[in-house]
């Protein structure tokens, strides 16, 4: 699910982070109602038409539904293309329930950086302080709440174990767990018996076990569950309405979409993935939300709204993310430089059959939010990485479109060999 194996974050992200856009025009849709956007320039404006256009490229390139929600100098425009179910050709609509996947991670940090604003936890404190049942040993005394929430921790990821068949081209495990309940303990468990993935604030290996550990650190300093507190400090006061922790539920409540998981076409058909135990996903990606909920989230983050300015500039300390030039790792928080749009913040989540971006100027007069039904779609290499697929450049044409304000330069330019690679880096890095 969230993160499988290293098969898991970032494939839809590539496309922003290479800047990579398509040349000619892009094939028109019906009319909608939406608000216009405004522009700092009237050389970079973008028309909601326009960018209705650009989800149903992505659509026609093979994603069989896209729902996002783009806001500029506080307007915003809401869209969607194409199906929310592909046997009965339902179309899939804006506001659509969606599993967010590690876009989790950011409202988890942020809830554990507000009890650091508050002197009940240290950044820089050692997890065993806190945990000493969780993280024991030497573990506990060398591995920081810091390293937990920057993934430099080196404690390796759960989902190998509880999804291994993933990892050999099968979807086999996924309906294996579909409805099994899984503890915070057993995700825990399994994470620190595996292998370390380095020697703790060495290097940045991302780990859903961190963010589950960073769920129970919550629960021992609120007294409460993980998900009511940050439902409470986040979620209500900022009127979030369709933003939630399923618990145990595995339906999405209300219109939701199907959730297509292809797995690079290795196994004979894809799988559906919209209902299953959200429980293995927890704090480090059980959330569902929708783009424009996000939106605000974001905006309110990086505003200042929910953390001091000290606390949320820890939040914007990065470290290196391997192999990657474009892409740097905060607090539950993603850094992408791209030549086209400078610095942007946000995070992408993964789960299956559902993946999500979101994106932000670091003022938040530009934000990008979406949402897929479909994922794993690139076919593999003979080294077996993952392909650039069409989907990838249509994006790239949608998020430079929407974020960058760059829809002439967009709509001209061709892909340069050098924003290919640094696509192929990306999927690479995400393997």
Known sequence: MNGISGLRRGLTAVGLAATVALPGSLPAVATADAAPINSPN??????????????????????????????????????????????????????????????????????????????????????????PEVVPGERGER???????????????YFPVIFNSLTRGSLADLERNRFRYHSPEE????GLGRPAANEPGQNWSYSNTNYIIAGELL???????????????????????????PRLNPF??????????????????????????PTALRTAGAMISTPTDLNRFYDALLGGELLDES???????????????TLRYGLGLMRFETPACATLWGHEGTVPGMSTLSLHSADGK????????????????????PLIHPIDRRLGTLQVNAVCGASETASTASPSGSEVALLADLHRLNR
Not at 255 to 271: C, F, I, T
């Open 143 to 157: 591995i920081t709440v810091r390293m937990l929430l920057n993934h430099t921790s080196g404690i390796a990821d």
């Open 366 to 385: 530009r934000q990008l939010s979406y949402g897929l039904n479909l994922t794993k779609y690139q076919r593999l290499d003979e080294n077996g990485l």
């Open 252 to 277: 999405i409540p209300g219109p939701n979409s199907k959730a297509y998981e292809a797995l690079y076409h290795q196994p004979e058909r894809r799988g559906e993935y919209s209902v299953y135990s």
């Open 219 to 245: 629960r021992e300093v609120t007294g409460q569950s993980p998900e009511r507190y940050i439902t409470r400090e986040i979620i209500q006061p900022l009127g979030l309405r369709d933003t939630y922790f």
């Open 42 to 131: 009237k050389a970079a404006e973008v028309s909601s038409a326009e960018l209705r256009e650009n989800l149903e490229a992505v659509h026609e390139a093979g994603m069989p539904g896209i729902q996002a929600a783009v806001g500029r100098k506080g307007r915003t425009w809401t869209g969607a293309a194409g199906v929310a179910d592909t046997h009965n050709d339902r179309p899939l609509e804006a506001g659509f329930g969606h599993r967010v996947g590690s876009v989790t991670k950011t409202f988890t940090a942020t809830a554990v950086l507000r009890q650091v604003s508050a002197g009940r936890v240290e950044l820089d404190a050692p997890i065993g302080r806190y945990l």
């Open 311 to 325: 606390v949320l500039a820890e939040m914007r300390e990065t470290v290196a993310v391997p192999s990657s030039p």
């Open 187 to 190: 995700l825990i468990t399994a």
